[in-house]
């Protein structure tokens, strides 16, 4: 059978770090509160010169020296952002340009914190069709940008970063590698619980991040648990036989919350989030190539993704390496 799957894995990070301390100096914090509240000690934050695209590219040749492939093999990039470079064209189309590789499909996802999810599903049905053979699959974002630095109750949440994958269409046995399973959701009616004050069509700026951390909280517990049992479904897995959950790395709690509500053993769960922050679309490729790159996660083991962000938008995607 064709499946599409996962042949490596890069990521890329702004060089400069900012711990809690140092964020406590320009904004009315604490790093007690920050750990205490979402398990975040630090963030990386793009400097002159550092864009969704640079930080994008950086991840995908890496990801593609990981996959021993050349970029001129590439038929399919897709760019999940909510912090392109521009309105357009689509950072997409500047990765490839950077890579090199021409001629092929190159587009942008946009599902804030689960545009990774979303791009990962989107790749496995064009590579299934046979569309493409080879693909990257790539979450980066620089949230810094769009984030008020006066507003103390989100600014602390998110940082920047890019995590990127080469996905490779196989003809592989039952029980070999690829994608097993993914579903993806959206639910309209929440949107003004997390969003952006601006765009192209209403303000003509590019507007601040605004949220309601409180009930995003609420959703995204009950959102993550429900898509995890029906992926489990579709794949016929059992939650025990999940070697690692690889989620949305937003708040320790809601990880932690999640696993409960599974019975997931916390130590299956890749936490990058005390590292990274939030760095929304970027975050699962970023944790999943640093599980990778440590040893923890190896090939053969099942892996499951999982993210929830505005719209609301949430999915999960099941995978064997
Ligand atoms: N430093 C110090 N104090 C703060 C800060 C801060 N950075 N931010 C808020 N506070 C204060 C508030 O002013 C409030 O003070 P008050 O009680 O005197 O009014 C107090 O802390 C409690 O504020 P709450 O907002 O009620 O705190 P809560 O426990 O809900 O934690 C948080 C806030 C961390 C945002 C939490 O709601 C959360 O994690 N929500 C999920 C949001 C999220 O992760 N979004 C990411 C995008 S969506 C996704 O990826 C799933």
Avoid at 7 to 30: E, M
């Amino acid at each position: 059978m064709i499946r599409a799957v996962i042949t490596g894995s890069g990521s890329a990070l702004p060089a400069q770090c900012v711990t809690n301390d140092a964020l406590a100096q320009r904004v009315d914090t604490t790093d007690e509160w920050i750990q205490e509240r979402t398990g975040i000690r630090q963030r990386y934050i793009a400097g002159e010169g550092e864009t969704t695209s640079s930080l994008a590219t950086e991840a995908a040749r890496k990801a593609l020296e990981d996959a021993g492939i050349d970029a001129s093999e590439i038929g399919l990039i897709i760019l999940a952002t909510a912090t392109p470079d521009h309105t357009f064209p689509a950072t997409a189309t500047q990765v490839q340009a950077n890579l090199g590789c021409r001629g092929g499909v190159a587009f942008d996802v946009h599902a804030v914190c689960s545009g990774f999810l979303y791009a990962l599903g989107t790749a496995d049905s064009l590579l299934r069709t046979g569309m493409a053979k080879k693909a990257l699959v790539i979450g980066a974002e620089t949230f810094s940008r769009i984030l008020d630095w006066e507003d103390r109750t989100t600014c602390v949440l998110f940082g920047d970063g890019a995590g990127a994958v080469v996905l490779e269409a196989k003809d592989v046995e039952e029980d070999g590698p690829g994608i097993l399973a993914t579903r993806l959701h959206a639910d309209g009616e929440h949107r003004e619980l997390l969003y952006v004050d601006g765009g192209p069509s209403t303000t003509g700026e590019v507007g601040k991040l605004r949220m309601k951390g409180r009930e995003v909280f609420r959703h995204a517990v009950v959102n993550l648990a429900d898509v995890l049992k029906e992926v489990l479904e579709d794949a016929s897995i059992d939650a025990a036989d999940v070697d690692w959950v690889v989620p949305h790395q937003a708040n320790a709690r809601i990880l932690d919350a999640t696993a409960r509500k599974l019975n997931l053993a916390p130590e299956k769960v890749i936490v990058t989030v005390d590292q990274h922050a939030n760095t929304s679309a970027a975050s699962v490729p970023l944790a999943l190539d640093v599980a990778k790159k440590d040893g923890r996660i190896k090939p053969g083991d099942l892996v499951m993704f999982e993210a929830m962000g505005g719209g609301f938008t949430w999915g999960a995607s099941l995978a064997r390496m």
